[in-house]
C-alpha cells in the first residue's frame, strides 16, 4: 500500500510564499514522474507542475516563473515553492505520482489535497 501526504498549505496575502510538501511512503519500488495538481472552487483539477525522475520540469503558464517544483535527495518527496501568490492562486493542491510497488504493478497515485488561500 502506497500513502501520499501533503503539507504545508495555509492561509497567505498577495505576494506572499508558501512552501508545499509531499512524502510518499509504503511498498515502494521505485517513483517517476511526480505532479501537483490544484482545484479551485467550481473549477476542474489543472496541472500545475511536473517533474520527471530525471529531474525535468514543466509548468503550467499561469506558474511559470513563481512557482518551483522539486524532489528530495530521498526522491519519495515532493516540494512545490510558490511565489508572489495571487489570489487565483487559491485551491485544493493535490500531490501526484506514477509509481512502481512490491511485489509488482505500477498505477497513479493521489494525496488528499492540501488548502491554499491567497487572500488579505
Known amino acids: 500500500q502506497v500513502q501520499l501526504v501533503e503539507s504545508g498549505g495555509g492561509l497567505v496575502q498577495p505576494g506572499g510564499s508558501l512552501r508545499l510538501s509531499c512524502a510518499a511512503s509504503?511498498?515502494?519500488?521505485?517513483?517517476?514522474?511526480m505532479n501537483w495538481y490544484r482545484q479551485a472552487p467550481g473549477k476542474e483539477r489543472e496541472l500545475v507542475a511536473t517533474?520527471?525522475?530525471?529531474?525535468?520540469?514543466n509548468y503550467a503558464d499561469s506558474v511559470k516563473g513563481r512557482f518551483t517544483v522539486s524532489r528530495g535527495n530521498a526522491r519519495n518527496t515532493l516540494f512545490l515553492e510558490m511565489n508572489s501568490l495571487k489570489p487565483e492562486d487559491t485551491a485544493v493542491y493535490y500531490c501526484n505520482a506514477d509509481i512502481a510497488t512490491l511485489p509488482g504493478g505500477r498505477m497513479d497515485y493521489w494525496g488528499q489535497g492540501t488548502q491554499v488561500t491567497v487572500s488579505s
Open positions: 517533474i520527471t525522475s530525471g529531474d525535468s520540469t
Open positions: 509504503g511498498s515502494i519500488f521505485s517513483i517517476y514522474a
